[in-house]
């Protein structure tokens, strides 16, 4: 299957620990994603990289969050800290590059903070 | 800030109607509206891409209309399906800003 794909797709974990995510994005794409869903709406940008540079990152990404993608291929996104306000699905998605391109998103993961 | 309204939020109809959800966007100067589909649980799928100098876009029994001055598209469902009960998220693109409304929950009953 060469679609994105995201691990793990479930995660609970208790408030104050952290939690790293990992997307595999679509292999020939240089630009990768992540966007959070909480239950009833829409997801929201968090941040892309183009390549391994990170390029923009939505207010929404507070200073316990960080993301890489250290070889431009694979990218984690790690949670410090967690909150009960951190649960939600986290999605990841890759495109070709060009803002016009259509985003390929992966399967998500849940994630419940206790 | 670019707001996107989805309108119903959520549509129940017996199977083989015809259906359209409807998607509203404030700022006009976007480079693309794209509708997907999210099954409970699940990541999202890409029905049709409209880019902004397009008006309409097809794929089987669904097309997507794009009226960029008023802020508004439209996905039609042709002949509604059990398989086609989801979710229904428009999102429309300015640079990297992808902007998504809250989706229309739909339920086909056979």
């Known amino acids: 299957d060469t679609g994105v794909s995201q691990d793990p797709r479930h995660k609970i974990t208790k408030r104050g620990q952290n939690v790293t995510f990992r997307c595999d994005p679509i292999?020939?794409?240089?630009?990768l994603y992540w966007y959070r869903q909480t239950l009833g709406q829409g997801p929201e940008f968090l941040t892309y990289?183009?390549?391994?540079?990170?390029?923009?990152k939505s207010r929404l990404l507070s200073d316990r969050f960080s993301a890489e993608r250290p070889k431009g291929s694979f990218s984690t996104l790690e949670i410090q800290r967690t909150e009960q306000g951190d649960s939600a699905m986290y999605l990841c998605a890759s495109s070709p590059q060009g803002a016009r391109e259509t985003q390929y998103f992966g399967p998500g993961t849940r994630l419940l903070v206790l | 800030k670019q707001e996107v309204t989805q309108i119903p939020a959520a549509l129940s109809v017996p199977e083989g109607e015809n259906l359209v959800l409807n998607c509203s966007f404030t700022d006009s100067a976007i480079y693309n509206l794209q509708w997907f589909r999210q099954d409970p649980g699940k990541g999202l799928t890409s029905l049709l891409l409209?880019?902004?100098?397009?008006r309409e876009q097809t794929s089987g029994r669904l097309n997507a209309s794009l009226d960029k001055s008023s802020g508004r598209s439209t996905l039609y469902i042709a002949a509604s399906q059990p398989g086609d009960s989801a979710t229904y998220l428009c999102?429309?693109?300015?640079?990297?800003?992808?902007?998504f409304g809250a989706g229309t929950r739909l339920t086909v009953k056979p």
């Open positions: 999102a429309v693109r300015r640079d990297n800003d992808m902007r």
């Open positions: 990289f183009q390549n391994e540079a990170q390029l923009e």
């Open positions: 409209i880019q902004s100098s397009q």
């Open positions: 292999s020939e794409h240089n630009r």
